[in-house]
Structures are given as C-alpha cells and as structure tokens.
C-alpha cells in the first residue's frame, strides 16, 4: 500500500510534469496549454454522455428487476474517468479516456472482477427476484432490535396549543 502511495503522489505527477514540459517545447507553451483546455471540455462531454448512457441503462436494469451490477461498475469507471479528464495532465488523460470508451470499458471493467472476484459478497441460499424479501418475510433479529408500541393519537389532540407555563415562585 505505501507502494502505490508513492506512486500515485510522486511517481505520477512528476511524470505528468515531464510530458507537459516535453510538448511544451515541441508544440509551444500557449499551444499546449489550449491542448489541455480543449481535451479537459471535450473530456467533460464525453464524460457527460457517457454517463448518460450508463445511467439509462441502470434504470433499465432496476426496471427489469434484476441487479444492476455491471451498470455500477460502469457508471464507477466513468466516474473516474471524468475525474482524469479533467485534471490537468496527458497521461491521465490517456486513462481517462480509456476508461469512458465503453470497449476499453469493458475490458478494464472484466480485469477488475476477475482480480476482485474473490473479494466480492454473494448469497448462497434460495434463488429469488431482485428487490424481494428472503423466505418466510423477514429477517433474523439483531441484538440492536428493539421492541416497542406505537400509540396513534386521536387527530384533534394535535391541534390543541401547548398548556401555558406559570413562573417559577
């Protein structure tokens, strides 16, 4: 884990600095910095559109009653790849469009769960329809459960006005 951390708050940034500095001397400084401006609103388009897409197609799924698992994962990995787009930089640009292809999506998309797979929760026990309770109704009881009554009051006790306090003597 320190590993990454270095690599993602050193490593990176100081690569990123490196290709900027490198374009800059081949193409200009304003030319450059116009290149990160143009690919930081084109990225926020497709960005937009994208996860417009995976949205619709998570409503989809929520409507046809099944788990939306690979519409999280998307619209998680578009996330990510508008947040890439937008900072300032080449080589993040680079994965983030990667990640908002929806072929390159995928195929990062596939190498998360396999590499995750074992981490992930599932359920072994009776197949049922997505968004369903278990067999017999309900669950089993916790030990944070409490038992209580509730009372309904009749309706004209809530339009009664407070009873008037007297001074303290």
């Known amino acids: 884990m320190p590993f ?3 690599v993602v708050f050193i490593v990176v940034p100081i690569a ?4 900027l500095i490198q374009i800059g001397q081949l ?4 030319w450059t910095i116009a290149l ?3 690919d930081a609103i084109l990225g926020s388009l497709l960005a937009r559109s994208q996860g417009r897409s995976v949205w619709r197609r998570f409503n989809e799924a ?3 009653r099944r ?3 690979r519409e999280v994962m998307d619209g ?3 996330l990510f790849g508008g947040a890439l787009l937008l900072t300032p930089g080449f080589l993040s640009d680079i994965l983030g469009v990667f990640l908002l292809l929806p072929p390159t999506r995928a195929l990062v998309r596939a190498v998360l769960v396999r590499r995750f797979a074992g981490r992930m929760v599932a359920s072994m026990g009776v197949p049922r329809e997505f968004g369903t309770r278990p067999p017999g109704g309900s669950r089993a009881r916790q030990s944070y459960d409490v038992e209580g009554t509730a009372v309904d009051s009749p309706p004209d006790g809530l339009n009664q006005s407070p009873p008037t306090q007297r001074p303290a003597t």
Not at 16 to 19: G, I, K, P, R
Not at 27 to 30: D, E, M, S
């Open 4 to 6: 990454l951390l270095i």
């Open 16 to 19: 990123e600095l490196a290709v």
């Open 27 to 30: 193409i200009g400084v304003w």
């Open 36 to 38: 990160l401006v143009a």
């Open 62 to 64: 929520i409507q046809a």
């Open 67 to 69: 788990p939306p698992a």
């Open 76 to 78: 998680a990995l578009v």
